[in-house]
């Protein structure tokens, strides 16, 4: 049990406890040392940079979508300087985007030929600079679809039809008759979403298939993110045993005859449950069942409990009692049966939404106004995705590190003055 007074914590907030964390680093960094593979950490899924001392010290640089990404990744776990990588990829970059990059990238990640050939040149200029300094040029790769993915909803499936995302096998031959691939040293692939190494493992086929004969020519391929490494039932060793395989049967012709490098770049993976939302029951109302009026949003802190859609994992803290107990499930009129807690509440955020629904949820003993709620594993697709949507405020942030919890930053209601 956690020996710390939850009532003494600010509400809401999101608690990283920095031990589990360093759990989840420690398997990635077992994958990069047996495998050869580096790992980047997409800030995408988790930007939680107040407590990145480890990531740095573990991981081999940043996974990013543009330019603000970029920067974070470079400013708080490192570039070129510092033997890191910062890889960048967007569906389409402007031109001022690339200027901005120039400094930052390690590798950019082009979605067509067309911007490739747009970008070409001026990242071309720069190498030049960079090589007469002695530094490691910006390398340039295509992000591939190989039209293969096992993601649902369709909303996260890279490979959906009509997707945007990637090149596609018969425009990719295309771009290559008529622009060549001089230039581009690596390849991209993102098609996964909380994935064991089997679904990468069917994927590699699907690779092989469509742009298996360009392989050769490259010095890295990049296997986008989606990995749930550091979940408990995932085959860390089959993981290690593709990568390597992988490696050992792909050579570049370039000079150097090392074999080709290796990047996964996991989001959630390195955020998975090491952390939690901590809220309040501010009031509980009656509608045809018990609801509770919470003081964190569905919506604007936990999106993906209704986009995905997903039920979270959460706890009850009496604050009458102290005590702390686990949601006894889901209740449901046509699941008379179904074993539940006695007494059932459906929570809700304090938004004007009226889907600001959190979920239906189910205790052995009541519900309090002034009980806390701990929302389990929300620190990965929460505060990167926060809104301050009909003006509530957005959660603090803070860290349970040896026993302790310091409070890393709360937020005011200039945050959301200043985005309107
Ligand atoms: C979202 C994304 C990631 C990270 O995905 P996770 O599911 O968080 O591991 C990595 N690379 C790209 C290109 C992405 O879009």
Same mark, same amino acid.
């Given at each position: 049990? *956690?020996?710390?007074?939850?009532?003494?914590?600010?509400? #809401?907030?999101?608690?990283?406890?920095?031990?589990? @964390?360093?759990?989840?680093?420690?398997? %990635?960094?077992?994958?990069?040392?047996?495998?050869?593979?580096?790992?980047? $950490?997409?800030?995408?899924?988790?930007? !939680?940079?107040?407590? =990145?001392?480890?990531?740095?010290? /573990? %991981?081999?640089?940043?996974?990013?979508?543009?330019?603000?990404?970029?920067?974070?990744?470079?400013?708080?776990?490192?570039?070129?300087?510092?033997?890191?990588?910062?890889?960048?990829?967007?569906?389409?970059?402007?031109?001022?985007?690339?200027?901005?990059? $120039?400094?930052?990238?390690?590798?950019?990640?082009?979605?067509?030929?067309?911007?490739?050939?747009?970008?070409?040149?001026?990242?071309?200029?720069?190498?030049?600079?960079?090589?007469?300094?002695? %530094?490691?040029?910006?390398?340039?790769?295509? *992000?591939?679809?190989?039209?293969?993915?096992?993601?649902?909803?369709?909303?996260?499936? +890279?490979?959906?039809?009509?997707?945007? @995302?990637?090149?596609? #096998?018969?425009?990719?031959?295309?771009?290559?008759?008529?622009?060549?691939?001089?230039?581009?040293?690596? @390849?991209?692939?993102?098609?996964?979403?909380?994935? &064991?190494?089997?679904?990468?493992?069917?994927?590699?086929?699907?690779?092989?298939?469509?742009?298996?004969?360009?392989?050769?020519?490259?010095?890295?391929?990049?296997?986008?993110?989606?990995?749930?490494?550091?979940?408990?039932?995932?085959?860390?060793?089959?993981?290690?045993?593709?990568?390597?395989?992988?490696?050992?049967?792909?050579?570049?012709?370039?000079?150097?005859?090392?074999?080709?490098?290796?990047?996964?770049?996991?989001?959630?993976?390195?955020?998975?449950?090491?952390? !939690?939302?901590?809220?309040?029951?501010?009031?509980?109302?009656?509608?045809?069942?018990?609801?509770?009026?919470?003081?964190?949003?569905?919506?604007?802190?936990?999106? &993906?409990?209704?986009?995905? +859609?997903?039920? #979270?994992?959460?706890?009850? /803290?009496?604050?009458?009692?102290?005590?702390?107990?686990?949601?006894?499930?889901?209740?449901?009129?046509?699941?008379?049966?179904?074993?539940?807690?006695?007494?059932?509440? *459906?929570?809700?955020?304090?938004?004007?939404?009226?889907?600001?629904? /959190?979920? &239906? =949820?189910? !205790?052995?003993?009541? @519900?309090?106004?002034?009980?806390?709620?701990? =929302?389990?594993?929300?620190?990965?697709?929460?505060?990167?995705?926060?809104?301050? =949507?009909?003006?509530?405020?957005? +959660?603090? $942030?803070?860290?349970?590190?040896?026993?302790?919890?310091?409070?890393?930053?709360?937020?005011?209601?200039?945050?959301?003055?200043?985005?309107?």
């Amino acid at each position: 049990m *956690r020996a710390i007074d939850y009532f003494s914590l600010p509400s #809401p907030c999101y608690i990283l406890e920095s031990h589990k @964390l360093d759990s989840n680093l420690a398997i %990635l960094n077992r994958v990069q040392q047996e495998s050869g593979a580096k790992i980047l $950490l997409a800030l995408k899924g988790y930007a !939680f940079w107040r407590r =990145f001392q480890n990531v740095r010290q /573990i %991981l081999s640089g940043s996974a990013a979508s543009g330019i603000y990404e970029a920067r974070l990744g470079f400013e708080e776990i490192g570039g070129r300087e510092s033997a890191k990588d910062v890889c960048v990829f967007s569906p389409a970059f402007k031109p001022e985007e690339i200027t901005a990059l $120039l400094p930052i990238a390690t590798h950019i990640i082009f979605n067509s030929f067309a911007q490739f050939q747009a970008h070409k040149l001026t990242i071309e200029e720069k190498n030049k600079q960079l090589k007469a300094l002695g %530094l490691s040029p910006i390398s340039m790769g295509l *992000r591939v679809n190989p039209l293969y993915s096992e993601v649902t909803p369709a909303i996260y499936n +890279p490979c959906a039809p009509k997707s945007r @995302l990637g090149i596609t #096998p018969d425009q990719f031959q295309k771009g290559v008759e008529s622009h060549g691939l001089s230039g581009i040293s690596g @390849l991209h692939f993102h098609t996964h979403c909380e994935q &064991d190494s089997y679904a990468l493992e069917r994927t590699l086929t699907h690779i092989q298939k469509h742009f298996g004969a360009y392989i050769p020519q490259m010095q890295w391929i990049n296997f986008g993110g989606g990995h749930h490494i550091t979940r408990a039932d995932y085959d860390v060793d089959h993981l290690i045993s593709l990568l390597k395989e992988f490696r050992a049967t792909h050579c570049p012709n370039t000079s150097t005859a090392d074999a080709i490098e290796l990047f996964l770049e996991p989001g959630e993976a390195v955020g998975w449950q090491c952390g !939690f939302l901590l809220a309040e029951v501010i009031d509980i109302v009656e509608n045809d069942g018990q609801i509770a009026i919470l003081d964190t949003s569905a919506s604007a802190h936990m999106p &993906d409990c209704l986009e995905m +859609p997903y039920r #979270p994992s959460l706890a009850k /803290i009496s604050k009458a009692s102290g005590e702390i107990e686990p949601d006894k499930g889901e209740w449901h009129e046509r699941d008379k049966n179904k074993k539940v807690g006695s007494y059932r509440y *459906r929570f809700g955020g304090p938004t004007c939404l009226s889907g600001d629904i /959190i979920g &239906d =949820f189910s !205790f052995d003993s009541p @519900l309090c106004v002034g009980d806390r709620i701990i =929302f389990e594993d929300m620190l990965h697709y929460t505060i990167v995705k926060n809104t301050t =949507f009909n003006g509530v405020p957005l +959660p603090s $942030l803070g860290v349970i590190e040896n026993g302790t919890f310091t409070l890393l930053k709360s937020f005011s209601y200039t945050d959301y003055k200043e985005r309107n």
